[in-house]
């Protein structure tokens, strides 16, 4: 069992969430005890304030965390690529048409769903300013070291949610302090709130912990000063996009004309990415030897992770459903777990890992996809009419409802190794969810390196090494496959495919929509909820 730490639960206080954008962000108090009597001393103030924070990272609700649970920021940055894909099976999956509208990008500003997703980004933000005014209010508690950290803490929490904004949904309030009045709450630039977030990771930066925050301790689940450096690198290497306050109306900034000020020196956007990640490097981080090693049941030894949702089904109610979400009905039950039998990879997907081709099959093929017969224990599992369970990855369709494989297209979700021990149906874990790794930290720096006209090469290799796979020149296009091919099922497709400029394309089985090429699904659209609830708001067209 893991220790118990920080992250648990254990706000005291009351702390009052301004409805700055409606009820959404309303709450309710935490306790009937005063502020004075919960915060007496630096521990207390961090459990009220920062350590309140974490709770919001993983999430057991629909909608909510970074990574776990479904209409979030992973399903609109998985499912609306060539990654991945939740067919509709008859009955089953049609939800409205909500996952259709994401693998064919005809999302809209009245979806609920969508709502839900800037919803829960502002309430984290709002968060992080109480937090940070609550270490103010109370800094005659800690010394002047302690006050920069706690502040330093906070503050890179905000820069990373948004990061997710930037990326998402691009020209939105910037809240550095909690408003009373509506009337105060305007969209910014997309371009200002790429800085903004970039200059305070960089100013806080060296005054978080100089831990690996995936290992378990007292900086456990946290985000320490190497995540802070991975944020940065991730957004120096997607400035020449996060700095387009509308694809539409303005062509992109060139990456070597994007300065930035680095450690004295002025860099441009690819030599800045290098910089971050040779800080990565310098901090120990390297690849496990075995690539399934990170996604064991117990991988907070990982030398390879770096940011972490903890997870331990004794203690922390974060849970990770998408092992859950994928698996056919008796491959769970065969488990002794449950399923839904939901979503599964694209055939572009399975042929870029090599199956179905005559080419050679990828090694990572079996760590990432159940397909083709099932084994459980050694044993078959077969279906209700007692036939072999076959997962079949090339029958995929985004609607299967007349297909004879309605219930087995697609090659399953696989990845974590499954706990045994898991409660409800298996989406409480002892895996601790991977947000960032070092894998991703050599790719990054493989493809800055390219696009600054130098070699990437020994950083690609490395990678592919790992896996036993032989090695390929690092140019863009093979990068961008072993993105792929590494990063399966980890959230990245749909970044990686908006900086290639490919997310605007037909590919797999979607089709692209009309004008697409214009870039405007790169953005999704401010919710009109959002709008009605505020005046000052205006959608991305606007900009």
Known sequence: MKPKSHIIHLALIAITLLGMFGSCLEDEARDRISEDQAITSPTSLWINSIGTLYNSIGSAEEGKGLQGTYRGIYDYSTFTTDEAIVPIRGGDWYDGGFWKRLYTHEWNANDQELYNLWSYLFQSVVRCNDAIALIDK???????????????????????????????????????????????????????????????????????????????????????????????AKLALNAEVFLCDNPVRHAHKQ??????????EQLNAWQTTIRYCEKLQAAGYTLENNYADNFKVHNETSRENIFTIPMDKNLYPNQYQYLFRSRHYNHGKALGMGAENGACATISTVRAFGYGTTGKLDTRFKQNFYADTVLVDGDTVRLDNGQPLVYKPLAVAVDLTSSPYIKTAGARMAKYEIDRKAFLDGKLQDNDIVLYRYADVLLMLAEAKVRNGQSGQAELDAVRKRSGMPTRTASLANILEERLLELMWEGWRRQDLIRFGRFTHSYDLRQALEKEDTGYTTLFPIPNRAIESNKNLRPNSEF
Request: aromatic share 14%; proline share 4%; glycine share 4%.
């Open 138 to 232: 109370h800094k005659h508690l800690l010394t002047q070291a302690q006050l920069k950290a706690y502040d330093a803490e906070a503050r890179a929490i905000r820069a990373m949610y948004y990061y997710y904004l930037v990326d998402l949904f691009g020209n939105v309030p910037l809240l550095e302090r909690n408003h009373t009045s509506v009337a105060e709450v305007s969209n910014t630039r997309r371009s200002q709130i790429f800085y903004f977030a970039f200059i305070e990771l960089q100013q806080v930066a060296p005054y978080l912990a100089d831990v690996h925050s995936n290992l378990q301790g007292e900086y456990y689940g946290r985000l320490t000063r190497p995540v802070a450096h991975f944020l940065l």
């Open 255 to 264: 990456g070597k004309d994007i300065i930035f000020p680095v450690d004295g």
